[in-house]
């Protein structure tokens, strides 16, 4: 099903964050040795250092030409990859911003932070438009649904506020992790909200209610990443247990689990980051063992 491809190699520090390149064959890392890296998946090497940044990046993000980065220090960079060039720097959030996320439809960016806000900027000059108190601690999650209408964002207190994009109202609180809310995902087919915690549980929300459906106990510790395969139905979760594991979208059976414990390749510390490419050919997964690991899905062994 997924077969390591390649290591690589080139971080000197913990790799908190990870995003594909609207050009095919490139993708961007980030984290505590203050450098946003890009990589070539053609030759499976390092390529260059974008861009140097004054301390630790928490979340990538790429939209259109751009690249967004949030830092420990509350600051949000805008990189235009198309003149190579930093396009805007600013202090979005007093605390770090944990997640950035753009929604297409509304010509909107969203970051989330260690502040509990939320702040809502305009994809046209950067601007901010809001700013929504959505709780007295960290907003570490975001994810938009498919519709593009509601935004969950998982939260430090163990809840999911799922917020109203139109007008930003809160519509739901969902209670039901006993720990932090550290990683969210909607399905692709727009039936349900994953959720996933520090006290390594995967939930399952149905839509349009987000009734509770399911309860998996999924990894051992925190599940930091939650990642849908874009065309088949599957999605793979990555752990501070150091493992990677692919479940069935439709019958959420565990098929796989990538990990040295389990005698596969794996990383050697928290797996902290996942993403598939666009075709779905690869799945790349980052750590705290400074590692990238490339991995080749194989369907015929499906």
């Given at each position: ?74 600051e949000l960079i805008v990189y235009n990859l198309k003149t190579q060039a930093l ?53 570490r999650a975001i994810a938009i649904s498919t519709d593009a209408k509601h935004a ?145 899905w194989e369907q015929q062994n499906v």
């Amino acid at each position: 099903m997924l077969k390591h491809l390649k290591s690589l190699t080139g971080h000197q520090n913990p790799v908190y964050a990870l995003a594909n390149s609207a050009e095919e064959g490139i993708f961007y890392t980030a984290g505590n040795d203050k450098g946003i890296v890009e990589w070539s998946l053609d030759k499976m090497t390092f390529h260059k250092v974008l861009l140097h940044v004054k301390t630790s990046v928490y979340s990538l993000h790429v939209y259109n030409d751009f690249l967004f980065a949030g830092l420990r220090n509350g600051e949000l960079i805008v990189y235009n990859l198309k003149t190579q060039a930093l396009a805007a720097q600013f202090q979005a959030h007093e605390k770090p911003v944990f997640d950035v996320v753009a929604v297409p439809s509304k010509e909107e960016l969203l970051t989330a932070s260690e502040d509990g806000t939320v702040a809502v900027w305009s994809l046209k000059d950067f601007s901010m438009l809001y700013r929504i108190r959505v709780s007295a601690d960290t907003v570490r999650a975001i994810a938009i649904s498919t519709d593009a209408k509601h935004a969950a964002l998982g939260c430090k207190d163990g809840l999911i506020r799922i917020y109203d994009l139109l007008d930003y109202s809160l519509l739901y609180v969902l209670d039901k992790h006993s720990l932090p809310v550290t990683a969210v995902q909607y399905s692709p087919d727009g039936k349900y909200l994953i959720s996933g915690s520090r006290d390594a549980q995967l939930n399952f929300w149905s839509l349009p209610d987000y009734e509770p459906r399911h309860t998996i106990p999924a990894h051992m510790y925190s599940v930091y990443g939650i990642a849908f395969h874009p065309s088949l139905p599957y999605f793979a979760t990555a752990s501070q247990d150091k493992s990677i594991k692919i479940w069935g979208s439709d019958d959420l059976k565990l098929y796989k689990i990538l990990s040295l414990e389990k005698g596969t390749e794996g990383h050697t510390h928290s797996v902290n980051k996942l993403v598939w490419t666009a075709d779905g050919k690869y799945l790349l997964s980052t750590g705290d063992d400074k590692l990238v690991i490339v991995w080749n899905w194989e369907q015929q062994n499906v």
